[in-house]
């Protein structure tokens, strides 16, 4: 039991550190800065509606942020909409490793229809712009 529990705090932290990145609470609207980590800052708002509707914010305390996936967190294949902060730029991908086609977020994309990408994105990564 121990040692299970050791294993998975080694591989959570390694996961953690690998990608320094972290989904806000799941499912909710955009809802600005609130992270466990008092540094972490939004870098991307990803929706599965359009408009910036039904939301996850990522927060991370790096840029470039490594790959998150959308899959892990029950957004793949779904997201319709999504913003980056100013000074802010993401790529999403519908490879699950930040592989395949892709499409630039700098800003706001109230509906990724109008850019080909609706639904497609699987994973993404995020820079400063
Ligand atoms: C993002 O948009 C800003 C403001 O329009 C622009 O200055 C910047 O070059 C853009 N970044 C990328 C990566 O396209």
Redesign the pocket.
């Known amino acids: 039991m121990f040692k299970s529990i050791a294993l998975f705090a080694l591989l959570n932290a390694a996961l953690v550190s690998s990608i320094a990145l972290t989904p806000g609470a799941p499912a909710v609207a955009l809802n600005g800065l609130s992270s466990d980590a008092a540094d972490a800052i939004l870098i991307l708002t990803t929706c599965i509606g359009v408009n910036l509707q039904n939301c996850l914010p990522w927060k991370a305390t790096t840029l470039p942020a490594g790959c998150g996936s959308l899959v892990a967190y029950g957004q793949g294949g779904s997201v319709q909409s999504a913003a980056t902060p100013s000074g802010i730029?993401c790529t999403l991908y519908n490879g699950q490793s930040c592989n395949g086609l892709s499409q630039?977020i700098?800003?706001t994309v109230n509906d990724l229809s109008t850019v080909g990408f609706s639904r497609l994105a699987n994973s993404f990564n995020c820079r400063s712009?």
């Open positions: 730029a630039l700098n800003g712009n």
